[in-house]
């Protein structure tokens, strides 16, 4: 089973607001998911993301891999760059 880091899309139409959730590849975009890590809202300014960076790591210590998107919010979070220096030791 691969596992996948990805948003799941809430709020109303029109006024997207998403979770970043751990789900299984194979599952719809909407549909069940494993573990919310946080959230995500493009519509404030500036835009709000709220992440539990050790749930994260864990994950992505277990395989999971982040959609390209959830990745940057992790650049931004500075999670991803923990999670590099700790695969170099």
């Known amino acids: ?3 996948k880091i990805r948003l799941r899309r809430m709020g109303k139409k ?3 607001s998403y979770r970043i959730v751990v789900a299984d590849s194979r ?3 909407d549909g069940r998911y494993i573990e919310s890590l946080g959230y995500y809202n493009p519509m404030t ?3 709000t993301i709220e992440l539990d960076g050790e749930r994260a790591l864990y994950w992505l210590g277990k395989g999971a891999q982040p959609t390209q ?3 940057k919010l992790m650049k931004i979070k ?3 760059e923990q999670f590099q220096g700790s695969r170099k030791k």
């Open 1 to 3: 089973m691969l596992v």
């Open 14 to 16: 029109k006024q997207p």
């Open 27 to 29: 599952a719809p975009r």
């Open 45 to 47: 300014e500036p835009s």
């Open 69 to 71: 998107q959830v990745e």
């Open 78 to 80: 500075g999670v991803w």
